[in-house]
């Protein structure tokens, strides 16, 4: 079990959340220079950034300088001309270029984190040598095609079709929606559902100069203006066999690892956006005077800066731990990587509120960059899964763990997960007797080797995480099969165990950063500690609501507005 599905059990992995991982000395040589270059690059364009949000644009001249920067090779190995560098290094320069403009960012990252790095994670040596040398160079950029109209959180009801030929060739036909970078790319991951009995999807590598392949115009969006997202659509396109991913009808796991690989490059993004806005916040908040007074005199405003500071802090313990765990090997880390996500989106879009709080009336002026980096932050909790599956996945995943970890009960746990509608009754009871004895609640304190100043906040998480187990266990007991369906627990389920988790990556950074010299330190500290008695509350909050909550009147009341179809009540 991983990390955050031992939090569920009721245990803390401390030799996987502490000491706090630093960069390989690799990524950490090489990322000197590109931050520079990237700051060098994009530093002077913020008035183009702008311009191009309006136009809704990137120049053909702009995408070359991003080439010839190398930033289309961040992570493609050395031996096909790539820089190779972890995950770690690569979530930092998507953090350094998120500082200047979003757009940019995911244009980068459409290409590295899921346009291509289906072919690294899966691709044949042929399908290596045959594109990573062009994608590593930018000659291909690449795209992620996998939701479609009637297939967008349901990803896996993909309509597009490919039917194998006599000769082993597929003819793939279908439009996808929606898909960023695809109006400039050269070669799209395409997820399609194959002729084969079971009807399973299939992922395929596709070049976009092959016959029957097209894309729609620039969507005018709300933001991230300036990154193309455009239909792609394949009329009897002919895929040669040897451009198949892994192997037929694993395309939906193929989709899956790719999306929760690339998670640490949005995570990396939201966390530039956050560095930016406080530097934005702290400018405004020093120049701007009222009563007479700096308004970052006034309590109300430093409390919006510290939270950006504490959000952003552990926004960036949290994506660089899960990027750790990735680059360490580590083989199942998708709940970390989507705790991470939604963490980081979150606090992201909290920042950009605040930040532009601060600012105010000036705030709302296009002619300062708050509004844009509101609507650009805005698609981060809703692409690559939205918040809301995500949570989903993050309780329902953690749940199937601990179930199952009862061993005589696997058969039915399995069905549960694989077939909610089956299964769950032969839960109920041997859990009430198993799982108080496999949880571990009441355990001894573990977190015995940080440094006395963060031992209220460790002692929190050790209660908390006795809380999760325990609240894991009544809920499954208390729902037995229909907890599949109980998504207001499930949802309370995955907020106690993000801030579990991000609660510990800041332990750890913090407890690494406590001995620095200097107010850095000290004020790292201060931040889990912050955030250790902020988490404490939204935790004891939600376990009080486990078991007395409004569940039951906020679903009658949304089923009459659903049936009324618009608010009822008018002053007369
Ligand atoms: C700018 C932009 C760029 C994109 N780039 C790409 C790309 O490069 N490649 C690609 O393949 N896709 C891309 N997408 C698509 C994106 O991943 C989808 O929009 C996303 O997966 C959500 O699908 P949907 O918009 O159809 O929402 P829906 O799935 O229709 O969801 C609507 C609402 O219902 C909620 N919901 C859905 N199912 C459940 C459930 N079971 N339980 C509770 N709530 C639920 C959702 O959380 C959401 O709030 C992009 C989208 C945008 C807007």
């Known amino acids: 079990m991983t990390v955050a ?12 959340i502490f000491p706090y991982p630093n960069l390989r000395d690799k990524d950490r040589e090489v990322l000197g220079m590109m931050v520079d270059a990237v700051d060098q690059f994009l530093g002077p364009k913020h008035q183009d950034f702008k311009r191009w949000d309006r136009e809704g644009m990137q120049p053909a001249e702009f995408i070359q300088g991003l080439r010839d920067l190398g930033l289309f090779g961040l992570i493609i190995p050395e031996e096909y001309g790539g820089i190779g560098l972890s995950n770690a290094g690569y979530a930092r320069v998507l953090s350094q270029s ?5 757009s ?28 990573l040398p062009k994608l590593a160079s930018g000659e291909m950029i690449a795209a992620f095609c996998l939701t479609e109209s009637g297939a967008g959180s349901d990803a896996a009801s993909v309509r597009t079709k490919a039917v ?19 109006g400039i790319a050269d070669l799209y991951t395409v997820f399609a559902r194959t002729s084969s009995p079971d009807g399973k999807i299939t992922a395929f590598v596709v070049e976009a100069a092959w016959p029957g392949v097209s894309h729609g115009p620039h969507e005018d969006k709300m933001g991230i203006r300036a990154s193309s997202t455009t239909t792609v659509s394949f009329v009897d396109v002919r895929v040669p066999a040897g451009n198949v991913l892994d192997t037929e009808g694993r395309g939906f796991k193929v989709a899956m690892a790719i999306l929760n690989n690339g998670r640490t490059g949005l995570g990396g993004g939201a966390v530039g956006g956050m560095k930016a806005l406080i530097a934005l916040a702290t400018q405004q908040a020093k120049t701007r005077k009222q009563f007479d007074t700096p308004i970052a005199e006034f309590g109300l405003v430093r ?48 920042s950009a509120y605040e930040a532009l709080q601060i600012a105010a009336g000036s705030g709302f002026m296009r002619e300062y960059p708050y509004e844009q980096i509101t609507r650009d932050s805005r698609i981060l909790t809703i692409f690559e899964g939205t918040n809301e599956v ?42 009430e007797k198993r799982l108080t004895q496999t949880t571990g609640v009441g355990r001894d304190k573990i977190l015995t080797k940080l440094p006395p100043p963060l031992r209220e906040a460790a002692e929190i998480y050790e209660r908390y995480t006795n809380e999760f187990a325990k609240a ?15 998504q207001h627990d499930l949802k309370r389920i995955a907020d106690i165990g993000v801030d579990l988790f991000v609660g510990l990556c800041v332990l750890s950074r913090a407890a690494s950063l406590g001995n620095a010299p200097g107010q850095e330190g000290v004020q790292a500290i201060g931040i889990a500690r912050v955030f250790a008695l902020q988490a404490k ?6 376990v009080r609501r486990i078991t007395r909550n409004e569940d039951h009147d906020m679903d009658q009341l949304a089923g009459f507005i659903l049936n009324q179809g618009s608010y009822p009540w008018d002053v007369t």
């Open 5 to 16: 599905k031992n939090l569920m059990a009721g245990r803390i992995m401390e030799d996987q």
């Open 98 to 102: 998120s500082t200047h403009d979003s």
């Open 104 to 131: 940019v960012s995911l244009t980068i990252g459409a290409h590295s984190s899921i346009g291509m790095k289906g072919i690294l994670l899966f691709g044949t040596p042929d399908q290596k040598a045959r594109y």
């Open 164 to 182: 194998k030929n006599a000769d082993g060739d597929w003819i793939l036909n279908g439009e996808k929606i929606w898909i960023t970078n695809g």
């Open 303 to 350: 409390e919006k800066i510290a939270q950006m500071t504490i959000d952003c802090f552990a926004a960036e313990s949290v994506v660089w731990m899960v990027a750790h765990y990735i680059d360490s090997g580590v083989e199942d880390y998708s709940v970390e990587a989507a705790m991470s996500k939604v963490f980081a989106s979150e606090a992201l879009q909290r």
């Open 390 to 431: 995500l949570r989903l996945y993050i309780a329902l995943s953690g749940l199937k763990d601990v179930a199952r970890s009862l061993g005589e009960m696997k058969a039915a746990v399995d069905d549960i997960f694989n077939n909610f509608i089956k299964g769950f009754g032969v839960l109920t009871g041997y859990a």
């Open 472 to 486: 894991s266990e009544y809920l499954l007991r208390k729902h037995g099969k229909s907890i599949a369906d109980r």
């Open 537 to 542: 509350r939204r935790m004891a909050n939600i």
